[in-house]
């Protein structure tokens, strides 16, 4: 296809033909041009924010961060270079309190002289000396509570002690069905035939991620546990 199309002429007021005009032709970009294209516009959406005063939020630091990387390795800059670019591009001075802990590792690949390449920073918008906040986005903390299982099964952690449940439950579905251990299990598939009123409230007693698996007309004795959370004794 030619670089240029050009319109058929057209005559001016005085009958005089005018100068043909000229439209580019359409723009083919890759993915990965796309891509760059947007971490181009919301890098400079934060360059406008941080030279306004505004402090940035987690996506514009890593959009700041990730353009000068990629404009570092379009000079031709070396691996170690691209990645010294990176970990000065935002300090922490510049971003909101609690986005160093939600940013803390950036993967990018860059085209290099050698192909694409993958540079991995860990705690990028951290400074020497300056310890991450334990208390940040993303910290888990435990409950205050001094009771536990005595006897926790092997492997798994100990758990507060709460309330229990032992239930029959029958399946009356004509297809296998499958409980997952943290759903409530009074709304479990109606075709489990047990006490609801009484598992209001309760849970599977399994490890989290766990399920119990029913086959057609099969009976299982269940153990339920009291959900934790502010809600447990309602």
Same mark, same amino acid.
């Given at each position: 296809?030619?670089?240029?199309?050009?319109?058929?002429?057209?005559?001016?007021?005085?009958g005089?033909?005018?100068?043909?005009?000229? #439209?580019?032709?359409?723009?083919?970009?890759?993915a990965?041009e796309?891509q760059?294209?947007?971490?181009?516009?919301?890098?400079?959406?934060?360059?406008?924010?941080?030279?306004?005063?505004?402090?940035?939020?987690?996506?514009e630091?890593?959009?700041?961060?990730?353009?000068?990387?990629?404009?570092?390795? &379009?000079?031709?800059?070396?691996?170690?270079?691209?990645?010294?670019?990176?970990?000065?591009a935002?300090?922490?001075?510049?971003?909101?309190?609690?986005?160093r802990?939600?940013?803390?590792e950036?993967?990018?690949?860059?085209?290099? %002289?050698? %192909?694409?390449?993958?540079?991995?920073?860990?705690?990028?918008?951290? /400074?020497?000396?300056?310890a !991450?906040?334990?208390?940040?986005?993303?910290a888990?903390?435990?409950?205050?509570?001094?009771?536990?299982?005595?006897?926790p #099964?092997?492997?798994?952690?100990? !758990?507060?002690?709460?309330?229990?449940?032992?239930?029959?439950? &029958?399946?009356?579905?004509i297809?296998a069905? /499958?409980?997952?251990?943290h759903?409530?299990?009074h709304?479990?598939?109606?075709r489990?035939?047990?006490?609801?009123?009484?598992?209001?409230?309760?849970?599977?007693?399994?490890?989290?991620?766990?399920?119990? &698996?029913?086959?057609?007309?099969?009976?299982?004795?269940?153990?339920?546990?009291?959900?934790? %959370?502010?809600?447990?004794?309602?």
């Open positions: 296809m030619p670089p240029f199309v050009r319109d058929p002429p057209q005559p001016d007021r005085l005089h033909e005018a100068a043909p005009a000229a #439209t580019m032709a359409a723009m083919r970009l890759t990965w796309e760059r294209l947007l971490v181009f516009s919301a890098a400079e959406l934060a360059r406008r924010h941080r030279d306004a005063g505004l402090a940035l939020n987690a996506p630091a890593i959009a700041l961060i990730s353009d000068a990387m990629l404009e570092a390795a &379009r000079a031709g800059e070396t691996y170690e270079a691209v990645e010294g670019v990176g970990r000065t935002v300090d922490l001075d510049e971003v909101m309190p609690g986005v802990e939600l940013v803390d950036i993967r990018l690949e860059v085209q290099m %002289g050698d %192909g694409t390449r993958l540079i991995v920073i860990s705690d990028p918008i951290g /400074r020497p000396g300056v !991450i906040d334990p208390d940040g986005p993303g888990i903390r435990p409950a205050d509570d001094d009771t536990t299982d005595a006897t #099964t092997p492997g798994r952690p100990a !758990i507060p002690t709460r309330p229990t449940l032992d239930l029959e439950v &029958r399946s009356e579905s297809r069905i /499958r409980v997952s251990s759903y409530p299990f709304r479990v598939n109606q489990l035939i047990f006490d609801r009123t009484a598992a209001d409230g309760y849970r599977l007693d399994l490890p989290a991620g766990a399920s119990m &698996r029913w086959a057609p007309g099969e009976t299982h004795a269940v153990r339920l546990v009291r959900f934790g %959370g502010d809600g447990a004794d309602r």
